[in-house]
């Protein structure tokens, strides 16, 4: 053994009480120096020396080796030198050089003490300290220069810089320290560290200050754990609410968390949200984000006992992360105790990482991002293999899937014909029906209506006008959704629609979508799918005019832990011969996600017989009449074909029954009555 480090950590500690156990960035200050010790690749071993159970148990599970320090050793007046070379003594060895690691120092650079370890055993110095540079001017109480003469005032530039000791390590030449007993002797090197890392922990307000820079001068390390657990308020939000006079509550989120999320799930973790206050806004927010939530908690500790008791889940694998004191329970119980920023004091000493992201501004996509840097990352594999899953996935607070009811969609599509009247009669017409969602279509005309037919004049009911006009005038904007949203809203329908730019996606998320469609057209479209895949919504892929390897490509940048695959053919009307039903099965076996189907037939019967096969969804175009103005008319469904359809549905889902062969209560009378020779 060539190089040991000695971390001299008593118990007792005048300033402040137990300081090496304090912790900064959620890390006692004991294990903040053993880690930047083991880190320095110079160091073979590290030692902790010290009198108190707790410190050794930390020392121990930091990595070090642990010395019991005498009690004659131990008190305020004892040198750290009588730490080190009794340390050396326990262990029985004399290395070449010896380390003293100072636990006041929270922000030790393994490359710094590497340098210092290196001018020793190179035989440059015989000791060197860590020092801060300075420029300072220092005078007596009485009014003398100290390192300058008052009478020629220098410019900092024309001054070389003298070194302030900042008590963070000391490397030694270990035959010298015997020799003379103390940590200076022979040739004295300073080792340089940048003003970020010199503060030196004495006094409480060092504590606090050193607390607060954590989150700025850590490097942010990846954050291994099974779980993520979340306040609420603060976390997610910005801790304000917003009322309007109704007294309905309103809050700040970051789109970005939402992202973070769906990669987290993606990954495998869990993610569980609670909440003391029982409020609408968290469980809206928890359904979009696709996360269960706990609500009203009166004990949140004693809750997340029982929730990772269930979920047998290790608690030192699971992170948590709040902002003020009816954290601090929950906090204490897992391994990952995380703050954001501008948490309550009490929260930021208990944390073990501090985000730098405030709540409601990205905090939570932060998080996950360290989250999933943790995470191994999973080889791709070469073909696409069959995955027996099919979901449910959450569409909103309904669950879409096998074993779930059929989810109806009314699609409206472009059939409104850019009237919001005719747009409302619609939604009666499918609330009306049963349909659980309604379906628009949303675009940039500008973008997709291609350059040569811009300019092409056409007949519409409002006249002759070119092609781009027109699909600018059946085109419903922001103010439109809004009513649209709302009126969804009182007839208890979803809406969503098939987003066929990116601008369009970013318009369906200002409108809050449940859900986004990825229209048959825009399957091979990447650029498309890969900002829809950003959203993390749940997604609705339609299959038709599409390659089983376009499809493959298309899920590839989709990912399937969303995704409800919609069998379609897009033959507007279908006939029969093209509807192709049998791939519903196909499609679930090679994709292991739930499949429904889109369907653009005249009358009911392929759509029933979908449901027969499997379809967790049903999507059908709809209007008030077949004969009206517009393409996709001739190929929806009036309202009481659209009434019949969910109808029938709902009468085949309990006609498939469990599968079970038994006789039923309504035989038994025929079989007494017809039977003649019974068993």
């Not at 110095?125 to 005032?153: C, K, M, Q, Y």
């Not at 006094?203 to 990846?222: G, H, N, Q, T």
């Not at 970051?254 to 992202?259: E, F, K, P, Q, V």
Request: with cysteine; aromatic share 4%; charged share 25%.
């Amino acid at each position: 053994m060539r190089v040991l480090a000695v971390v001299p950590a008593r118990g007792g500690s005048a300033g402040v009480p137990l300081k090496n156990l304090a912790p900064v960035g959620g890390i006692p200050l004991v294990t903040r120096a053993v880690r930047a010790s083991l880190r320095s690749e110079l160091i073979d071993r590290v030692v902790v020396s010290t009198d108190h159970a707790g410190i050794a148990e930390a020392a121990k599970e930091a990595g070090a080796l642990v010395v019991d320090r005498p009690e004659e050793l131990s008190g305020a007046t004892a040198s750290s030198e009588s730490a080190v070379l009794h340390a050396l003594d326990a262990l029985g060895e004399d290395p070449e050089v010896v380390v003293l690691v100072q636990c006041t120092s929270a922000f030790i650079d393994s490359d710094d003490l590497s340098a210092a370890v290196r001018k020793v055993l190179d035989g440059e110095a015989d000791t060197v300290v860590s020092g801060l540079p300075t420029h300072e001017f220092l005078w007596t109480a009485a009014g003398g220069g100290i390192n300058h003469d008052p009478a020629i005032r220098q410019r900092r530039q024309d001054r070389e810089p003298q070194f302030r000791e900042n008590g963070a390590f000391y490397v030694m030449r270990t035959s010298g320290l015997r020799e003379h007993g103390h940590r200076f002797f022979g040739t004295v090197a300073v080792q340089p560290v940048p003003v970020r890392h010199a503060i030196e922990i004495d006094e409480p307000e060092d504590l606090e200050l050193a607390r607060a820079l954590a989150p700025f001068v850590d490097v942010p390390e990846p954050i291994d754990v099974d779980a993520v657990i979340t306040d609420f308020d603060g976390v997610h939000t910005d801790d304000r609410a917003y009322v309007d006079s109704d007294g309905r509550e309103m809050v700040l989120v970051s789109r970005s968390d939402g992202m973070g999320i769906a990669l987290l799930r993606r990954s495998g973790v869990k993610v569980l949200v609670m909440s003391t206050e029982h409020n609408p806004v968290v469980a809206a927010r928890a359904r979009k984000l696709g996360v269960p939530v706990l609500q009203g908690l009166a004990e949140k500790r004693v809750v997340l006992r029982d929730w990772l008791t269930i979920e047998g889940l290790d608690p030192a694998r699971v992170a948590y992360v709040g902002n003020d004191v009816n954290d601090l329970g929950p906090m204490a119980e897992v391994g990952w105790p995380i703050a954001v920023p501008d948490a309550h004091p009490r929260v930021r000493a208990a944390a073990r990482v501090v985000l730098s992201r405030p709540g409601g501004d990205g905090a939570v996509r932060e998080l996950c991002d360290r989250v999933v840097a943790a995470r191994p990352e999973t080889p791709s594999a070469p073909e696409v293999k069959p995955r027996p899953r099919f979901g449910p996935v959450a569409v909103g607070e309904v669950l879409v899937g096998d074993g779930e009811p059929v989810y109806v969609i009314g699609e409206i599509g472009i059939n409104h014909n850019g009237d919001l009247d005719l747009a409302r009669r619609l939604i009666d017409v499918a609330a009306d029906a049963g349909c659980q969602a309604v379906k628009f279509q949303k675009r940039t005309p500008a973008i997709c209506v291609p350059e040569a037919q811009k300019s092409q004049i056409r007949q519409t009911p409002w006249g002759e006008m070119t092609y781009l006009e027109y699909k600018e005038r059946t085109e419903f904007g922001h103010d439109e959704y809004r009513q649209i949203a709302k009126y969804c809203d009182e007839r208890g329908l979803h809406w969503f629609a098939s987003p066929w730019d990116v601008p369009s996606i970013d318009f369906l998320e200002e409108m809050d979508v449940v859900a986004h469609k990825v229209a048959s057209a825009s399957v091979a479209d990447h650029e498309l799918l890969r900002a829809l895949a950003a959203t993390g919504k749940p997604m609705m892929l339609s299959t038709g005019m599409s390659t089983l390897s376009e499809i493959d490509q298309a899920v590839e940048i989709l990912g399937t832990d969303n995704l409800i695959m919609m069998h379609a053919t897009s033959t507007y009307p279908l006939p029969p011969e093209e509807a192709n039903l049998r791939t519903i099965t196909t499609l679930k076996e090679r994709y292991g996600v739930p499949v429904g189907y889109s369907g653009h037939e005249r009358g009911l019967q392929i759509s029933l017989a979908a449901v027969t096969l499997g379809a967790v969804c049903v999507e059908r175009h709809i209007t008030l009449d077949r004969t009206m103005w517009g393409s996709d008319h001739a190929a929806s469904l009036e309202p009481a074909g659209l009434e019949h359809l969910v109808r029938d549905i709902r009468i085949i889902e309990q006609a498939m029954g469990d599968g079970v062969k038994r006789v039923f209560p309504g035989e038994e009378a025929p079989k007494a009555r017809l039977r003649r020779v019974t068993v």
